[in-house]
């Protein structure tokens, strides 16, 4: 057999390796990641599904450079993160990563268009084109409504659009389909699909939602802080 050239071998959009995260003081320390280790490759959709409070929102906010693992490494497309100081990691994290919320957290005063132009020059880049962006998103038709005259589905699509604004290489998505019915959560998760697909950006979801697990190409589970792969649901 012949072996890949490490040089070759294509870097992974997220890998962590034994990462343990400790929270809280004294009695009340409470170890929210247990070893965990996890490599998504760029394009791939991985979904994490698990119990409440077993630790699925922490593991993003780790991977996301918004809370520092108590040790284990990680990396975001070969740059080791856990090393950068605030500054450095704001603005490695505008540069490469973008995050989907629960709700889309628009600003109420903005319309579609300008939540994307916004999103843009906050990372100074000034070159957004926010046509484009709510075309992938099927939302060209509502460029100039502000949130208030979108649906929950609508708003989810402009947050997403807006999570895309910097071609992030990691895409991280806690609970997209939470305030939505079945169809339009499946549409919204349908778009997270393609948008890896299209664009190689890797997608990592936390979601309870069992019905859309069909549309990733893998699941793990997360119990009491450990990550275990379980499998796509046929
Ligand atoms: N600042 C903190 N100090 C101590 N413990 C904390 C702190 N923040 C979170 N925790 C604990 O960490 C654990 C994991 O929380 P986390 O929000 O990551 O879980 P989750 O799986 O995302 O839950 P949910 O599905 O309800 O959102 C919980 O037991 C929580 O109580």
């Known amino acids: 057999m012949t072996s890949i050239p490490a040089s070759d071998m294509p870097v992974p959009a997220l ?67 856990v090393g950068l100081g605030k500054g450095a990691a704001a603005r490695f994290r505008l540069a490469n990563i973008g995050f ?12 579609a268009a300008d939540q994307l132009r916004l999103a843009g020059r906050l990372a100074g880049n000034r070159t957004v084109d926010p046509k484009s962006l709510l075309e992938a998103v099927s939302m060209s038709q509502r460029a100039s409504h502000r949130p208030g ?59 309870h939602d069992r019905d859309v697990l069909t549309q990733c190409d893998r699941v793990l589970e997360m119990s009491d802080g450990r990550l275990a792969e379980v499998g796509v649901p046929a």
Not at 179 to 191: K, Q
Request: glycine share 10%.
């Open 15 to 81: 890998e962590m390796s034994d990462l343990v995260l400790e929270l809280g003081d004294g009695d009340g320390r409470v170890r929210v990641l247990d070893s965990v280790s996890l490599r998504v490759e760029a394009g791939e959709f991985t979904a994490i599904v698990g119990p409440s409070g077993s630790g699925k929102s922490s593991l993003l906010a780790v991977a996301g450079l918004l809370a520092k693992p108590t040790s284990g490494v990680v990396r975001v497309h070969g740059t080791d993160v």
């Open 100 to 111: 989907v919320f629960q709700s889309a957290n628009l600003i109420p005063a903005l319309t």
């Open 149 to 207: 005259r979108l649906s929950g589905g609508e708003r989810q699509r402009v947050g997403i659009a807006r999570a895309l604004v910097n071609r992030p290489s990691l895409l991280l998505v806690d609970e997209p389909t939470a305030a939505l019915d079945r169809r339009r959560s499946y549409e919204v998760v349908s778009l997270l699909a393609d948008q890896a697909r299209e664009s190689g950006a890797a997608v990592v979801m936390v979601t």
